[in-house]
């Protein structure tokens, strides 16, 4: 039998199938390079390519949103229309850093978008980022106006300058040409300011005809906008469905939002005026309660010494901490331990033990870590996201004084969020060094069997096989940096001079 070499199977010798396999296969970075290979691989490869697109800096998203916009006849390949291929879009914060001098370029974005999503058939994601774009408001009609019947997810956010040409008129003519949007089950919008004429009837006529299989729902506005004015009066109590709600304080005491009794996820933003002590909720508001995603002061509201409103809510995030690939949010104060113990001490009022916890603070500091874990002994997952860069001594101080005494974790997350949130390709000092990692997993398993997924960088993760070895989840370009030199003092195990952080 004649040997074949992997250039020339590529090129034409393996099954379509083989090939199609492979590139799916294949890192996002180099599917690229494998389409370009030939005009066979080509057509097998690109699908893949631009199937899931998360873009983080403001060229790359100019880039493929521009290629995305053009005709299908323009295109190297005429008759195939890229944009068909996509099913999730994504543009990170990093995408629209807030720079006067590029707000026409943010505008040029918005309206790249607003052209190519009508024909984004496939389109199962569409996130516009928490940091908004201008021409938003085209996106959405656009979005509305079109086909997408196997739409999931929609993230807006409105920006305060963005401004709408179109008319009352055309607003409400929107009702009448409004595709179906039958698997729509998750809507974030995010409003920097009041909102036009013609977004609040878009988001409206949007949020009426979804009211009925929405499970995901976050409507966050700047101005004093009650939230159940984007629905009619009808949709007021026709969220049968819906399972997380996410809205502003002053919105959490309205009685529509706590007449929804079925509601077992609620995520909390504070207002700029939000008082730093609250009144408890009734027990009759959010009693099936599950997860709870707030800040750190706003713990007491939902989980005190009264043995007629405990919730069985066993899972919280404070302060916005989102662990995600290569990102994830915070809040823009940074907690102390003292912020964290004062929440802490409010879990042992939970119908129900911890199990699930992410957190943010400004120090990994193992003294301070240790006493807070007591509160959750049977926590099943941790998140972390630190605001200064941990010291070698304190992770491997993790198995003996943390782990050991949490005989159910399974996963631990520790999150260089802050550090992503800027520039995606910062991370700590030892995000890439792979052999610390592995001897960092050695030392946990001398401590504790129970863990399976483990992370220190949002960049990969590693996960334990059924052979009982640690294998990461993406492929890593190992690189190997000196531990900076930390002030000692800082990491006492008081951190009572932090305020300046």
Partial sequence: MRNVNMSEGLRGTLPVELLTFISSLVRKADLAALASTSRRLNLIATPYLYADLDLFTYRSALACLMTLASSPATLAWPGRDLADYVQSLRLRPTCVQYNPVMLDDFEQLGRLLSVSVPRMVNLRELDCGPRGLKSVSQVLRALLTSPHPRLESIQLCFLPDSRSSASEATSLDL????????????????????????????????????ASQLRRLTVVTSTAMDF????????????????????????????????????????????????????????????????????????????????????????????????????????????????????????????????????????????ELQAAMSECPFLESLTMVVWHEPKRAALFALGERVFARLPRLHTFLLGDVVKKQYDHRDHFWFARDVDMQRALLVEFERHTSALGRVAFTTEFEWEKGDNGRWYTTEVVDAEVREEPDLDDEADSSSDSDMDSD
């Fill in 175 to 210: 009702a009448t040409h409004m595709c179906d949007l039958p698997r729509l089950q998750t809507i974030t919008l995010f409003a920097l300011s009041r909102l036009s004429l013609q977004d609040f009837v878009s988001l409206r006529i949007l949020l009426n005809k979804s």
């Fill in 228 to 367: 159940f004015e984007l629905f009619d009066e009808r949709q007021n109590s026709s969220l049968p469905l819906l399972e997380h709600l996410e809205i502003r304080d002053r919105d959490l005491d309205n009685p529509s939002c706590t007449a929804m009794t079925h509601i077992r996820s609620l995520a909390i933003r504070d207002d700029f005026d939000t008082p730093e002590e609250f009144e408890t909720l009734p027990s009759t508001a959010y009693p099936a309660l599950e997860e709870l995603l707030c800040s750190h002061s706003q713990v007491p509201r939902f989980l005190f010494p009264d043995s007629a409103s405990l919730r069985p809510i066993h899972t919280i995030g404070l302060d916005y901490t989102k662990y995600e690939r290569n990102g994830g949010e915070t809040t823009e104060a940074i907690p102390r331990w003292e912020h964290i113990h004062f929440a802490f001490e409010h879990f042992r009022f939970s119908a129900v033990p911890i199990r699930h916890l992410r957190f943010y603070v400004n120090r990994l500091l193992i003294d």
